[in-house]
């Protein structure tokens, strides 16, 4: 499985915003890692690094988020579809360290921490627009920006409702 391979569809707001599935279409994996990094380091210091080296990186709250925001941005709704890309896609076992999270972690976790996971996609989306659409401006209006999180909640409600239809 790639980041470009075809993947389910969850259900987005119709807000008039043009976003591929799968943002690796547009920007390569490096810099939507980099983009993931920075949104959540303005969540901190809720979300750092554990410092208990007995405890597996994916119990890690800041490896969880990411992980998880970069699998939605790029068209990985469904635990079991993450924990398999975890497995042979050299980003995603870059993140977890090697060792992939179980689908009960997963489904966990993104129900527990949906609102930050939320911030943290649309914070994605909006760095994806404006370097897409208008490089190096200033930020996006308001508008564009509530739809934009608009869109990070659909997706993130579309990944718990494909979950709980397996």
Known sequence: MTLNEPRDHPPEADNGISLPTDL??????????????????????????????AQPPCYDSQVMLSLLTLAHATGLFRSDQIVRACHFQ?????????????????????????????????????????????????????GLREKLLSLAVARIQGARHSDDSI
């Open 24 to 53: 690796s279409l547009w920007f390569d994996a490096r810099t939507l890692t980099e983009w993931v990094q920075q949104e959540l380091d303005k969540l901190a210091p809720k979300f750092q690094h554990s410092t208990d080296p």
């Open 90 to 142: 050299l980003v995603l076992q870059g993140l977890c360290g090697g060792k992939p999270p179980f689908e009960g972690e997963l489904i966990h976790f993104r129900r527990k921490h949906h609102r930050e996971l939320e911030q943290i996609l649309a914070g994605v989306f909006e760095r994806a627009v404006r370097e897409r659409n208008r490089p190096g401006s200033s930020p996006l209006p308001s």
